[in-house]
């Protein structure tokens, strides 16, 4: 089965600044996909970015980076120019075709400061 | 991407008693899954909902007290039966978009009182 840990319960960053949130996983799967999900207190899962295992190629969205390393089961989220409506939950998230559903981790509770 | 409606938004519910919560999608999808959200904790898969089948639960949660029904490929729903406060979380349904990932409904907030 696979695991998603995220390691940091609670992270804080001031307005404009960046901050790197952090992911591992275990599997043995060899083509699998990442997400990164925002749960802002609306309750609203919203997908920020997703990642292919088998793409060497770090995926971007605007702000939302990522830094894949494969070996190492490693999968962060950096969010640049960190604006005060990136305050949310972040789940980091893995699915492999073996399985069907999406298997999150425990969370991030992100606060951006003025 | 596909589009979910989910209702109610939240609900106030006295003990023992049992509320249905809807889900509509826009477009036609295979599977719809159930999640539930404990208060300060991560999704967790209910079950997973396949038109003209039943529903298969994951380890921890039972039809009895989870039914769930998915009459055509743009609807289900999730009902909670027989409610005690220990049930207060957030559901959350969802659609596969594949190698997208998924895509979720607004989330019923349930307190049982």
């Known amino acids: 089965a696979q695991t998603v840990t995220q390691s940091q319960p609670e992270m804080s960053v001031q307005e404009a600044e960046t901050v790197t949130l952090s992911c591992t996983y275990d599997?043995?799967?060899?083509?699998?996909?990442l997400f990164w999900y925002k749960q802002p207190p609306s309750r609203q899962m919203i997908l920020v970015i997703r990642?292919?295992?088998?793409?060497?190629q770090n995926a971007t969205e605007n702000r939302f980076s990522v830094n894949f390393q494969k070996a190492a089961k490693s999968f962060s989220l950096k969010i640049s120019d960190s604006q005060l409506g990136d305050t949310a939950m972040y789940f980091c998230a893995f699915w492999s075709n073996s399985g069907y559903a999406l298997n999150f981790g425990k969370g991030t509770s992100l606060l951006v400061t003025p | 991407s596909a589009v979910i409606s989910q209702k109610p938004s939240r609900d106030i519910c006295q003990r023992g008693t049992s509320l249905t919560i809807q889900c509509q999608v826009d477009s036609q999808v295979t599977m719809m899954f159930w999640y539930r959200q404990q208060p300060g904790q991560s999704l967790t898969l209910i079950a997973t909902a396949n038109q003209g089948s039943e529903a298969t639960y994951e380890s921890g949660f039972v039809i009895d007290k989870f039914p769930i029904s998915r009459p055509n490929l743009t609807f289900s729903t999730l009902t909670v039966s027989n409610m005690s406060p220990e049930d207060s979380s957030i559901y959350l349904c969802?659609?596969?978009?594949?190698?997208?990932?998924?895509?979720f409904g607004s989330g019923t907030r349930l307190t049982v009182v």
């Open positions: 599997t043995s799967e060899s083509n699998y996909y």
């Open positions: 969802s659609v596969d978009r594949g190698n997208y990932g998924y895509t």
């Open positions: 990642q292919e295992a088998y793409k060497q």
